[in-house]
């Protein structure tokens, strides 16, 4: 059903996408037993897809990705729970939490079960890498911040918005 409405959805707002293809795979499989990886990833190389979404969660996705770096000849995007959201199947937190980035916040009040332990072993270490970098560049005003391993900037567009920005009708 969520790949029928991703369809459905990417369609109508993206008519000159072409979707190469789309594979579900069982909740919690990740790993899956090479039996059932090999046709997924012949899929994905027979596709010849220039860009693969993927949306596993983390860190199952990032993981995955890495895994399988060698075997896609594609740029891979994870994605998390993007497209349940875009599918319409999860609400998105309204406009002025995501505006002072607090979407997260309201992602585990509305599943604390499920993601309370992903935020309490993903933000305190991004929390330390921050005010490390921060603290770098109030010693060092002017100069260029080394980035500190495993750190990442985020733009403020999603990767589906950047790729297809002048897609949309």
């Known amino acids: 059903m969520t790949l029928a409405k991703m369809r459905r959805h990417l369609k109508r707002d993206f008519p000159n996408l072409i979707v190469a293809g789309m594979e579900p795979l069982p909740f919690g499989s990740i790993p899956l037993p090479p039996e059932q990886e090999a046709p997924v990833l012949k899929k994905i190389q027979d596709s010849r897809a220039g860009i693969v979404f993927v949306s596993l969660g983390c860190p199952k996705q990032e993981l995955w990705m890495a895994q399988h770096r060698e075997d ?3 740029v891979m995007v994870g994605i998390g729970g993007v497209f349940p959201v875009y599918a319409g199947l999860h609400k998105r937190a309204p406009r002025v939490i995501r505006e002072i980035g607090l979407e997260w916040l309201y992602r585990l009040l509305q599943e604390p079960r499920r993601l309370w332990k992903r935020y309490y072993r993903t933000i305190p270490p991004f929390l330390w ?3 490390k970098q921060l603290w770098q560049a109030a010693r060092h ?27 949309r009708k």
Do not use: D, K, R, Y
């Not at 999603?158 to 297809?164: A, F, R, W, Y």
């Open 72 to 74: 896609i000849q594609a």
């Open 129 to 131: 890498m921050a005010a």
């Open 141 to 167: 005003p002017g100069h260029s911040v080394e980035l500190v391993e495993g750190s990442a900037f985020v733009e403020s567009q999603s990767p589906l918005e950047q790729l297809t920005s002048g897609n």
